[in-house]
């Protein structure tokens, strides 16, 4: 779940590396990464496509919004939901639940506990304090668990002692952007340094409307409100133990009010807070980690639901303020406007979950053999008050425990890796995540060959879901139909994937990471699907009657299931060329493609006797390009980017983008491009992509000041890049830094 042992007299090869990287270039080949073996290497020396994001480029290349430079990764697919939310997916399958890549801060999960969905904007971590995002490309199961699937995002800040000084930030942007952050950290003696940060982010997002459907007519959302932000602030505390071992406590808070996007619509995030109590001990050799978790609203809601129960009070007859109390307020039920019947639609999402979560590891090394070795809990505590989980009882209690391994050896030029995890989980059991690798230098690069297996485990979502008063009920327990027949409980999605790769210099001062994969998917988690069907009810979710969980109605249960296998297959090439020493050229490249047996009814996802694109949505481009140039001297930065994203359908739950066509050839239209989509009960805009081109430039003064200007998007071009979300327009930030070392220590 995270990276761990860190060698503290190696860190400040790390950090020294960083601060000589405003006046002397590091060559690509000689970053270091400490997220692909869980030590510190040399990134041509490991057996991982790795792309690492420094502080230097985020100060220098980005706007208030770090996820921005994801967009310039090789083998990313990068998604902009609006002026804030940002997100990324490695290697397909993307959707509005995405949970196949994990993202991990600091040693932390930063997932949500109940959904499984990124932090993203979430996160306790300022922009001043991030001393580098490390994005690991294909399964890294074996040493993070589950979730890192097909891929790992690993965020590291800053380490007090060795970032001391002040750094002030305000910045303004169109659609009413405005953002202040604050960082200061010093070393109050040899052995103890601390520091604080905070953030206040707010704006406007771009002006759309997602239509939500009632008997077919279109309504506007409810009450839209498109102003966001965002507060956090967290504090640190290092303690040097010994020469070589620090002892680290960390607070974080995040508060945020903004719009979501999620596979069942939009949805209004109200003072959604995030707090994170973490303590960990870091020595040469022992690795020792503690964390809790926990996450906390009272008053998002769904906006398509809460705008449906609107309409059908409307309907019904209540008065316009009558309806808009109930509209999503858990005591009152909506009314079916074809029946009048009551039914339970709250729209309300609360949350009051809580994780723990610990971890022990050792490594060694005897000469050219290093060992590492380490075991993890992991407790969800998932609590929601019967809002959108069978948490009728208290909160739902999952425990998993991961154990891990990982031996290498290394002689002449040659590498050999190899690694094991057994995880096991309350839910789904005991699992094996086998790695190997074989590398070989050649000159100054490094080839690979890999093999790596991941899983992808159903959210507490998938597994105790309760929405829209049973209408859906998760799927951890298995179901028996009236006919005796049973629907198995869910179990994880598995990938096994092998990979080539060359990375190395292959001029002096050409640099090029290039790979090829193929990969063995199966056992996706369905879309919703429904159980009753042919004449047949529910009788039993597990042991338990279904007459005996509130609402839930025998003849219609949806649920999740596993169904499914596909082949998927690509490259990423990535080349990077120094004109000068300041002057450096990017160009990355990335296809991606695969191979779905349509005639295997195994992959027919929602049951209907038919494999369409639908059933297994790739949601991920046949190819991507991007190409720019950076410039940094002491004084002067700026970086121009190209970015192009074949276009492409994608499908999530009821948000659909994709162009016209007939899905199953038999003659008849089934989705066209900007008109309401039936099947999805939303309106399709077509397809996601388009080409794109973002430009910043900045000014570093002698006395510390930095100006510096942003923009994304600049020929405004129109732009989706996520179902569900409005086009992305162009936007322009200015931001002024200033930072000062008054309060440093001058004798550390």
């Not at 971890?359 to 000469?367: A, T, V």
């Not at 179990?491 to 994969?517: H, P, Q, R």
């Not at 020929?715 to 162009?730: H, L, M």
Request: hydrophobic letters at 35%; charged letters at 20%; proline letters at 2%.
């Amino acid at each position: 779940m995270k990276k761990s042992v860190i060698l503290a007299s190696l860190l400040g090869v790390v950090f020294a590396s960083a601060q000589v990287a405003d006046t002397v270039r590091v060559r690509d080949i000689d970053e270091v990464t400490v997220s692909a073996s869980k030590k510190l290497q040399k990134v041509v020396d490991v057996p991982a496509t790795v792309n690492i994001i420094t502080a230097k480029d985020i100060q220098q290349f980005t706007s208030f919004n770090v996820g921005e430079l994801a967009a310039r990764q090789k083998g990313v697919d990068f998604v902009r939901a609006g002026v804030l939310g940002t997100g990324i997916n490695i290697r397909g399958f993307n959707s509005a639940f995405n949970s196949k890549n994990l993202q991990v801060t600091d040693d932390r999960i930063s997932t949500l506990i109940a959904t499984g969905l990124p932090f993203g904007t979430f996160s306790t971590v300022i922009k001043e304090d991030i001393e580098r995002v490390e994005i690991l490309l294909g399964p890294n199961g074996t040493l993070y668990g589950p979730n890192a699937h097909n891929g790992l995002v690993n965020t590291i800040s800053k380490n007090p002692f060795r970032s001391q000084g002040s750094t002030v930030a305000l910045g303004v942007g169109n659609q009413n952007v405005f953002t202040a952050r604050v960082r200061h950290a010093q070393a109050i003696n040899p052995k103890l340094a601390y520091k604080l940060a905070f953030e206040h982010t707010q704006g406007t997002e771009f002006e759309y409307t997602d239509s939500v459907y009632v008997a077919n007519k279109g309504y506007a959302e409810l009450d839209l409100d498109r102003d966001f932000n965002s507060t956090k602030f967290n504090t640190q505390l290092n303690y040097k133990v010994g020469s070589l071992s620090e002892l680290v406590a960390y607070y974080g808070h995040s508060n945020n009010n903004n719009i979501g996007v999620t596979s069942a619509g939009r949805n209004a995030i109200k003072d959604w807070n995030i707090d994170e109590l973490q303590l960990k001990f870091i020595h040469p050799r022992f690795f020792l980690n503690s964390y809790y978790q926990w996450s906390n609203t009272e008053d998002t809601y769904a906006m398509n639901q809460r705008t449906q129960n609107y309409v059908s009070f409307i309907n019904a007859g209540f008065s316009e303020a009558v309806a808009k109390e109930r509209s999503f307020n858990e005591q009152w039920f909506a009314l079916s406007p074809s029946t009048g019947i009551p039914l339970q639609r709250g729209s309300r999402f609360k949350d009051d979950s809580k994780r723990f979560v610990a971890e022990g590891q050792y490594n060694n090394s005897w000469g050219a053999f290093t060992m590492i070795g380490g075991v993890q809990f992991q407790r969800d505590m998932a609590f929601t008050k019967n809002t959108y989980m069978l948490d009728f009882d208290g909160p739902i209690n999952v425990n998993q425990v991961g154990v891990y391994g990982q031996a290498e050896y290394k002689m002449n030029g040659w590498g050999f890796l190899a690694a094991l995890r057994v995880d096991n989980h309350d839910y789904y059991g005991t699992n094996l995540l086998p790695k190997a690798a074989i590398t070989k230098k050649l000159g100054d690069g490094t080839f690979r060959l890999t093999y790596g297996k991941g899983m992808a485990v159903p959210s507490l979502l998938n597994l105790e879901g309760y929405l829209f008063g049973g209408l859906i009920l998760g799927n951890g327990l298995g179901f028996t139909l009236s006919d005796g027949s049973k629907i198995n409980k869910l179990d994880v999605e598995t990938i096994n994937s092998f990979e080539v790769g060359y990375k190395g210099d292959i001029a002096k001062k050409f640099y090029m990471d290039v790979n090829a994969y193929y990969n063995f998917s199966e056992n996706f988690i369905s879309p919703l699907t429904q159980l009753a069907t042919n004449g047949r009810t529910v009788t039993h979710r597990g042991d338990q009657a279904i007459s005996q969980i509130a609402g839930a109605n025998p003849g219609f249960v949806l649920t999740y299931s596993n169904f499914g296998k596909v082949d998927t297959y690509g490259v990423d090439l990535g080349f990077s060329y120094y004109f000068t020493d300041a002057l450096k050229g990017v160009m990355n490249y990335s296809y991606f493609g695969r191979k779905l047996d349509k005639n295997d009814l195994q992959n027919d996802g929602n049951k209907d006797g038919k494999v369409l694109d639908t059933d297994l949505p790739i949601n991920t481009p046949t190819n991507k390009l991007a190409i720019g140039l950076n410039y940094s001297t002491p004084t002067f930065f700026g970086a121009i980017y190209g970015r192009y994203v074949q276009k492409y359908d994608f499908f999530s739950g009821v948000s659909t983008s994709a162009k016209t066509q007939d899905l199953d050839g038999n003659g008849t239209i089934d989705i066209t491009e900007n008109a309401y989509y039936a099947a999805g009960r939303t309106w399709n805009y077509g397809q996601l992509g388009g080409f794109t081109v973002d430009m910043n430039a900045g000014y570093n003064f002698s006395n510390g000041m930095t100006l510096g200007a942003n923009v994304t998007n600049l020929f405004d071009v129109d732009i989706r890049e996520f179902a569900g979300s409005p086009f992305i327009k162009r936007l322009v930030s200015l931001e002024f830094k200033y930072q000062f070392d008054f309060f440093k220590n001058k004798n550390n």
